[in-house]
């Protein structure tokens, strides 16, 4: 059974940084694709990156790109998302998911971890 734990959210000034972290058990993490997605108060799910399963391979959306940055240590099992030069809409709940941006498994994600920004 595929299992996500989120963490690393908290409230942060506009400006500010934080890094989330997804610990992934139940499937083999090495050899899968991974994404983050977030969804803000009253909204949808939003794609945010993903990244390919050695790494060497990441994508974002353009409304994070340059401010976020997607990575992973396949011996720990777990991926990583640094947020920098956070703006008062990246407010949302964060989660960690199974695939890339083609094939991502909205199914698979874990209880998420909230990220607000305000001043």
């Known amino acids: 059974e595929v299992q996500l734990v989120e963490s690393g959210g908290g409230l942060v000034q506009p400006g500010g940084s934080l890094r989330l972290s997804c610990a992934a058990s139940g499937f083999t993490f090495r050899s899968a694709a991974m994404s983050w997605v977030r969804q803000a108060p009253g909204k949808g799910l939003e794609w945010v990156s993903s990244?390919?399963?050695?790494?060497?391979?990441?994508l974002y959306d353009d409304s994070v790109k340059g401010r976020f940055t997607i990575s992973r240590d396949n011996a720990k099992n777990t991926l990583y998302l640094q947020l920098n030069s956070l703006k008062t809409e990246d407010t949302a709940m964060y989660y960690c998911a199974k695939g890339g941006r083609s094939n991502l498994d909205y199914q698979s994600r874990g209880q998420g971890t909230q990220v607000t920004v305000s001043s």
């Open positions: 990244i390919s399963s050695n790494g060497g391979g990441t």
